[in-house]
């Protein structure tokens, strides 16, 4: 079987598994997945977390789904109660069994406690907790894909708007991580070679209540220009010096011309 199981228990007791999140965060579901485990699932599960920076001691464990039974072959789905970030979790099975897959869904909150006021970093990188909040057109790929680690591996993994055939422009709006000053921009179009933007725009501030996609377009319009508008190349990464503002954002509007792909967006400064 592909996944966690455990032979069967003869004694008292039960299994659990320890598993650190690949990042901080706040859980808002979790799937315990018993594929293919027919006659050999646990009966029933229990989950606990705990946000301590090493391995968590039995004082720091605190429950978020109590103990529920689960059924074979199937996604066992629990909506999580719990506001505060979390970087461990421990899977309790009873008595034993197997569990094909644990997937763990919610917000990456990042301890920027730990992050130097001095250290420059991506403060719009997905691992650090930056997202996309708005856009007009996701028509190929998801503008968060380009806060993704790494390079893209194909194009499907960056943002691709669908042609445009009237006039105007693409565009999206990204939250940081964290406020800060962003001093250096990289724009990939990897992959992008005859649909790679002609030209693009990136501008910085602050979002208030704005809650619509009009309400954030409207906006972010009026942010200034930390790259005023500049030609992009097919299949390259592209560095530009960003213009300082006058305070630390916590947004940025990437604006393409006139549509096209993106595949990697990073946004290198300082945390405010």
């Not at 997945?33 to 001691?57: H, K, L, Q, R, V």
């Amino acid at each position: 079987m592909d996944g966690w199981e455990s032979r069967r228990k003869r004694t008292p007791g039960h299994d659990h598994a320890i598993v650190r999140l690949g990042q901080r965060g706040t859980v808002a579901a979790i799937d315990v997945e018993t594929s293919f485990f027919t006659g050999n699932y646990p009966p029933e599960a229990m989950i606990e977390a705990a946000d301590t920076p090493e391995e968590p001691s039995e004082a720091d464990w605190i429950t978020i789904v109590s103990r529920s039974a689960l059924k074979g072959d199937s996604h066992n789905l629990f909506a999580i109660d719990h506001a505060r970030p979390v970087r461990w979790l421990k899977l309790h099975i009873f008595p034993d069994g197997g569990i094909a897959r644990l997937r763990v869904y919610g917000t990456i909150e990042k301890d920027w406690g730990l992050v130097s006021p001095d250290e420059t970093i991506d403060l719009a990188a997905m691992e650090n907790g930056g997202t996309a909040v708005a856009w007009n057109d996701a028509h190929y790929g998801h503008p968060a894909n380009m806060l993704a680690p790494g390079r893209a591996p194909v194009m499907a993994d960056g943002w691709e708007t669908a042609r445009r055939r009237v006039a105007g422009n693409d565009w999206c709006v990204l939250k940081l991580g964290t406020a800060g000053r962003i001093e250096r921009i990289a724009v990939d179009t990897n992959h992008f070679k005859g649909n790679f933007p002609d030209r693009f725009s990136l501008r910085a501030g602050r979002l208030g209540d704005e809650a619509t996609l009009e309400a954030i377009d409207a906006a972010s319009r009026t942010w200034p220009a930390i790259v005023e508008e500049a030609k992009l190349k097919a299949d390259h990464v592209e560095k530009f010096a960003a213009a300082p503002l006058s305070e630390p954002a916590t947004h940025v509007r990437l604006d393409i011309f006139p549509d096209g792909g993106v595949s990697r967006l990073r946004l290198y400064g300082k945390k405010a």
